[in-house]
Nanobody, 124 residues
Framework: QVQLVDTGGGLVQAGGSLRLSCAASGRTFSSYTMGWFRQAPGKAREFVAAISWGGGRTYYADSVKGRFTISRDNAKNTVYLQMSSLKPEDTAVYYC?????????????????WGQGTQVTVSS
């Protein structure tokens, strides 16, 4: 069993930056593909970014490519999402996910464990 705690959300103006963190419990974190998803009100949960277990491979949704960076620190059991050049359309609850089938898996049901989510609001 893995428990994930998402933190770092908040209110930011368009063009600003935020860094989300996801702290995981358990000794198997370093073997998991990790991902970030987001869900805006009235919309389905959508893929944002993913990173392979070793950190050497990453994959991004087209909507965030070049603006967001996913990274991980296996010694700290933590995965990060650095978000820059934020836009109002990035407003959503962001969720960390663990144990993905592949770092290119974009469907929520490809991941076994989920954080509680952290709200990101980007004002125009």
């Amino acid at each position: 069993q893995v428990q994930l705690v998402d933190t770092g959300g908040g209110l930011v103006q368009a063009g600003g930056s935020l860094r989300l963190s996801c702290a995981a419990s358990g000794r198997t974190f370093s073997s998991y593909t990790m991902g970030w998803f987001r869900q805006a009100p009235g919309k389905a949960r959508e893929f944002v970014a993913a990173i392979s277990w070793g950190g050497g491979r990453t994959y991004y949704a087209d909507s965030v490519k070049g603006r967001f960076t996913i990274s991980r620190d296996n010694a700290k059991n933590t995965v990060y999402l650095q978000m820059s050049s934020l836009k109002p359309e990035d407003t959503a609850v962001y969720y960390c996910a663990a144990d993905g089938v592949s770092y290119r898996s974009v469907y929520p049901n490809s991941y076994a464990y989920w954080g509680q989510g952290t709200q990101v609001t980007v004002s125009s």
